[in-house]
């Protein structure tokens, strides 16, 4: 079992930054193994696909609504990943969590879960 848990949200003006973090414990000697995911979610809507991460940190993917302004990062010895969000948007007002997967680069199944940090954009 891998307990994540995130931090960093809060409430940023547009075009600002925020830089959130998720810190693994519990079974933290695998979480090099595991391809580390952002996703957010709005209220009455979906949960959205942010950006990953593989285990080395070589390669990453964006959903295009971030593409540019988004970087994740991870630190396997620290056992955390971060997401640096720049030039916020409102739209990117939401609940970001952080999941750990295995499996497939392009289709990880994410079996672990964070609680998610509130990020909030005002216009």
């Known amino acids: 079992q891998v307990q994540l848990v995130e931090s960093g949200g809060g409430l940023v003006q547009t075009g600002g930054s925020l830089r959130l973090s998720c810190a693994a414990s519990?079974?933290?000697?695998?979480?090099?193994?595991?391809?580390m995911g952002w996703f957010r979610q709005t209220p009455g809507k979906e949960r959205e696909f942010v950006a990953r991460i593989n285990w080395s940190g070589s390669s990453t993917s964006y959903s295009d609504s971030v593409k540019g302004r988004f970087t994740i990062s991870r630190d396997n010895a620290k056992n955390t990943v971060h997401l640096q969000m720049n030039s916020l948007k409102p739209e990117d007002t939401a609940v970001y969590s952080c999941?750990?997967?295995?499996?497939?680069?392009?289709?990880?199944?994410?079996?672990?879960w964070g609680q998610g940090t509130q990020v909030t954009v005002s216009s």
């Open positions: 519990g079974r933290t000697s695998t979480f090099s193994s595991y391809t």
């Open positions: 999941a750990a997967g295995i499996g497939t680069w392009l289709a990880p199944r994410y079996d672990f």
